[in-house]
């Protein structure tokens, strides 16, 4: 019964990737380029030196974040449009609580402690949309949207009092607060991305083996014959929501601990959508969400290596084909598979 | 006037396969008109699969079909195609815009055009006249969302007729009707056979083959295994054949009334629910079930059983009253709490309230004793696992595998499945079952029973509602009606097994009985 389902997803990947990059060779030879060529280029400049492997990983950490979010969000049956306000104020929040430490606070308080204020901030964002769910019934969908508008009002707003002067961000968080980098050929990759994969087991653990994690399950898939077994259904709601916010939240963690050390008007930005689409071609399953935010890291970060060569829009093409492709080909594969019994 | 020759709808060497699963092994079948012709055989048999291909809902893998004696291309068949020849089908789950009127309904999708616009006034005659002919009523301009299960049917019936057929499939038509309405719709079933149409009937209910349909074909496992006159044979002969083996259709059971001296377990006291609009679907009800004893509840649909045992689980909040189990106050208890304290519950709804369709076997054994199962290293997948096997054993499930998905299980199965978790649960004491055997094959059904029965035995109470009297009356101690949100009355002991108790239920619940 498990290895009909692998199998399957690794089929969809497989058919996506190489439409993906039939796509793109398309164009790459429109372009009057070498697919092989660029291709050649493109893995090269990532994973073919530990600088290039350091970018991607420092790249694909706050995708890990936000498709972890929203995966989880619609594990419990909800639709998390909002990791990308979610994510701002994390950040916003990290950087305050870093600033406004005692220079000399050890790492071992200080650390903690803006990790999560940045869990907190994107919790508190995230469990709004749900309590209004569970309380009025007012759909997440909508409101995550609207919450991502006043988040990016509310950094402008509070920027305004708390980013430096003739600037844009804020004062810098205190050494004790700072993420370590990898170490990998002066690349941006820091300890984030370590927390990224700790916090990716342990959405795999909750969802797979805990009580609260199986009632979340039941809940997505039928809120009626949850509520029937007992589970609260609308507490389950809220504590989906704010759980993706928190995860959202810690985006900051990368740019702001573990890189700037400061938090910067539009940090991040993008990330939450994309968070959406890593969901989707991780299949909701937390490996999945890894290995798909290094898919698209590592086409981030390629990208730029074959800009001398072709636009570096190329690999937006190859992100967007991928995509559909997911959809599309899960969809027939799903189809295909029939339904079992009359 | 038909001769062996005119069969309207032929089948033969059928197969159809899901996966790895022939749904339809060659299947051969004939339909002739003028006769009501009766599929019958257990959930998952292939009735509805074979009925499906004949439709052109499905393609077959193998087979011919020939429509008024025309052999029909496989690769070519379509709804489209059978309705064009005269093939109407009814499904089981009804598929109409709520927000609709009647007349619009039936013309969708083939909207008759009067000077380039939409002719309603036309059709709407013509339904009018159809409804007539047939006994078939149902106000044409009247929105489909206002209208009754039973009326709905009607349309769905009407719209298949009014696009004119020859052939008539209905797929479980009585699953969701009354009583009154099923002898109702088989009046207007057997006129149509009357008046030259082929009447197809998907079914289950074997005293239905033998009222209404002269042929019967028995299907099992994807094969046609007897074709029998459905007005000499008797319910068992085709209950053999369908499972088979032999059932019993009537499980054995000891004297009727709950053991002396028994203990109360749970006492209602004034119970009031209001309906979302503020009128009491329940209203100063007050019951007692004891321990070892089988309360049945009848009543026609929609009197408040549903919302009665609804609030007696907490899925529905109660506006007055009192609910205890052995002593202890429920009323203020989330589901949780009372599932802890000692309630299982069956629920009307299966798919959308008893199981997950999504999770597996042993996920869905474990829905609502999930804190059991919870250790300190989370969910304890292993113990679930034997649990789970040990369940779905004496809960004869099939497959008995903890890991199948449970959307893949017929319903007689998947009810045994929830049957199985709810009689599980370590601090049951009460059960809580509504319609356990709706749309349950017959093979199930004597498992459920026999489930129910021994539940009483270990000294559970059982609060049984039913639409199925002889259900009721099978299984009862005693049998509470309700009418109107009240108990209108009760049979208890020897009144049950007195000739006539069915007419006398019958009485109370249409609320003629008076207080007794």
Known sequence: MTRAPVMREALVLGISLLSAMAAGSLLILALGESPAHVYGLLLRSTWGDSYGVGQVLFKSTPLIFTGLSVALAFRAGLFNIGAEGQLMLGGLAAALVGASLPAGAPAALALPLVVLAAALAGAVWGAIPGVLRACFGAHEVINTIMLNFLAAALVLGLGHEVFLPETTHTALVVEGARLPALGLAGSAANLSFILALVAAAAVWFYLARARRGFELRAVGLSPGAAENAGVRVRATWVAAMATAGALAGLVGCNFVLGYKHYFEEGMGRGAGFMGIAVALLGRGHPLGVVLAALLLGTLSHGGMAVNALVPKELVDVLQAVIILAVAASSAALDRGAGRAGQ | ?516
């Open chain 2, 1 to 516: 006037m038909s001769t062996t020759d005119d069969a309207v709808l032929a089948l033969s060497g059928v197969s159809r396969a899901f996966g790895a699963v022939l749904a339809n092994d060659r299947v051969d079948l004939r339909v002739t008109r003028g006769h009501v012709h009766a599929l019958v055989g257990e959930n998952g048999a292939g009735k509805s699969t074979l009925m499906r291909v004949a439709y052109g809902e499905l393609r077959a893998d193998g087979g011919e079909i020939r429509l008024k004696g025309e052999l029909i291309p496989r690769e070519r068949h379509s709804p489209r195609e059978a309705i064009r020849r005269g093939v109407g089908m009814v499904h089981q789950h009804f598929m109409l815009v709520p927000t609709l009127s009647v007349v619009e309904n039936v013309v969708l999708g083939r909207e008759p055009l009067r000077r380039g616009l939409l002719d309603l006034a036309g059709p709407a005659g013509a339904l009018r006249e159809l409804s007539r002919r047939f006994g078939l009523e149902v106000e044409p301009r009247a929105r489909v969302e206002e209208l009754s299960v039973g009326e709905r049917q009607r349309v769905e019936i009407l719209r298949v007729l009014w696009q004119g057929c020859d052939v008539l499939i209905l797929d479980e038509p009585t699953a969701v009707l009354a009583p009154a309405e099923v002898r109702r719709l088989f009046g207007v079933l057997a006129d149509m056979a009357a008046s030259g149409l082929a009447v197809v009937l998907i079914t289950h209910k074997l005293d239905e083959v033998c009222a209404l349909a002269e042929r019967v074909t028995v299907m099992r496992q994807g094969r046609v295994v007897d074709e029998l006159d459905g007005r000499v044979v008797s319910a068992a002969t085709i209950a053999r054949a369908m499972v088979g083996r032999e059932v019993l259709l009537r499980v054995e059971r000891g004297p009727r009334g709950a053991p002396p001296g028994a203990a109360t377990l749970l006492r209602v006291d004034g119970l009031r629910v209001t309906r979302g609009e503020g009128t009491d679907a329940v209203s100063d009800l007050s019951l007692v079930v004891k321990a070892g004893e089988i309360v049945g509840l009848a009543g026609v649909e929609g009197n408040g059983q549903r919302e009665l045992v609804e609030a007696l689980v907490g899925l529905r909040p109660q506006a007055a009253g009192s609910i205890s189990l052995a002593g202890r106050e429920l009323s203020r208890l989330g589901v949780g709490e009372r599932l802890a304290a000692g309630l299982g519950h069956v629920p009307e709804d299966r798919l959308a309230r008893g199981l997950v369709l999504d999770f597996s076997l042993e996920e869905n054994l474990a829905l609502g004793r999930q804190g059991e199962f919870c250790g300190w290293f989370g969910l304890d997948r292993r113990r679930l696992r034997v649990e789970a096997i040990r369940l779905l054993a004496e809960g004869d499930v099939r497959p008995a595998e903890p890991l199948a998905c449970a959307r893949a299980l017929s319903g007689g199965n998947q009810q045994k499945v929830v049957m199985a978790r709810e009689l599980s649960r370590p601090a049951a004491r009460v059960l809580l079952c509504a319609q356990p055997t709706r749309g349950v094959d017959i093979g199930a059904i004597e498992h459920i029973h026999r489930g129910i029965l021994a539940a009483r035995g270990r000294g559970v109470g059982v609060l049984l509602a039913s639409a199925d009297l002889p259900e009721l009356l099978a299984l009862s101690d005693r049998v509470l009606v309700m009418f109107k949100g009240r108990v209108a009355g009760q049979l208890a002991g020897a009144e049950l097994d007195a000739p006539g108790a069915a007419e006398r239920l019958g009485e109370l619940m249409t609320g003629a009985g008076g207080a007794t």
